[in-house]
């Protein structure tokens, strides 16, 4: 259950965009919501690490901080939802992880690269930071450039799961079902088969790159029926799934190609695990997927023993 919910900010309007989502999961969940913003010293490796920070930084920019997080408060309080905020020392992907493992969290959601003069937004390279070191469930938001309503749900009527046919992969299957029914979501489960180039000769002797057609649809007929074993596991609680198989050289393409806005409102991905197979497709294909998707984001590293 997503009973605490973390929110990571940096003082900008752009990593407020995180919050209609996480206030909306919180509504529907009775979540209690934390929001953080990190700090880092002026000095970081003084000496006296364990004076207040008050004492290690300029005093006005740590109350600026603190009274930000306050503002925040007050915007959830008047979208009749309740709040604490803390401030966080250190350098931000590493805070973070820290609190993470102190609070333990049932949820992050958090705002990644924006577009254009947007791409270089902090929380970006700090989601890249996070996504590889935490084990719970993040949702990364795209910012955009308009103003936020605290007070207006975000819908998630629809929901794409990749899944690569691993055990592993079917880990995002667990928070991506249980959001799901917060919102009152259907499904999409997609695999995504990456045709084999077969190397052959023409006529005058020169090699030739094709596809084996007879595999491919083998590829095909073995994933619909691993996706419709798991939609039927799926659609035993009542719920709406639907499964679809995509034919692409590059997994991240089609991906992406059904995240489109119209078709889904989150998608939903399982990356690498500590020690994981290399070969478990969502690893790098998530990274191209957070990179690119308009879409919000849910990800989940597990660690396969």
């Known amino acids: 259950m997503f009973r605490t919910i973390l929110i990571p900010l940096d003082g900008s309007p752009f990593g407020e965009q995180a919050l209609p989502m996480a206030l ?10 934390e929001v953080i913003h990190a700090h880092v010293p002026d000095d970081p490796k003084h000496p006296d690490w364990y004076m ?8 006005n920019a740590v109350k600026a901080q603190r009274d930000y997080l306050e503002g925040i408060v007050n915007k959830v309080k008047a979208a009749d939802l309740s709040a604490t905020a803390r401030l966080i020392v250190g350098p931000t992907a590493e805070a973070i992880s820290e609190h993470v493992a102190a609070v333990k969290p049932d949820l992050m959601v958090m705002t990644t690269h924006g577009r254009g003069p947007l791409s270089r937004f902090w929380l970006g390279s700090v989601a890249d930071a996070l996504v590889r070191r935490l084990t719970i469930p993040m949702i990364l938001v795209r910012p955009k450039a308009e103003p936020i309503d605290t007070t207006v749900e975000v819908p998630l009527r629809h929901i794409l799961i990749p899944l690569d046919g691993s055990k592993h992969g079917e880990a995002i299957l667990g928070p991506a079902l249980e959001l799901g029914q917060l919102m009152g979501s259907g499904y999409t489960l997609l695999r995504v ?7 052959g000769y023409d006529v005058f002797g020169y090699a030739t790159a094709g596809t084996d057609v007879a595999l491919v649809d083998r590829m095909r007929e073995e994933a619909y029926t691993y996706l419709d ?66 879409t919000p984001v849910l990800v989940h590293r597990s660690v396969e023993r």
């Not at 799926?234 to 995240?259: D, F, K, M, Y």
Request: proline share 8%; hydrophobic share 45%; no cysteine.
């Open 24 to 33: 909306t999961i919180a509504r529907r969940a009775g979540a209690a919501l």
């Open 52 to 59: 207040p920070i008050e004492q290690r930084s300029d005093p």
């Open 193 to 199: 088969v990456e045709p084999i180039p077969v190397l």
């Open 229 to 294: 074993k798991m939609a039927n596991q799926i659609r035993e609680s009542g719920r709406h799934v639907r499964t679809l198989v995509q034919v692409n050289p590059s997994a991240a393409s089609a991906i992406l190609n059904e995240a489109e806005p119209v078709l889904n409102d989150l998608v939903a991905l399982e990356t690498h695990g500590r020690g994981g197979p290399s070969r478990v497709l969502l690893g790098s294909v998530a990274d191209k997927v957070i990179r690119a998707a308009v």
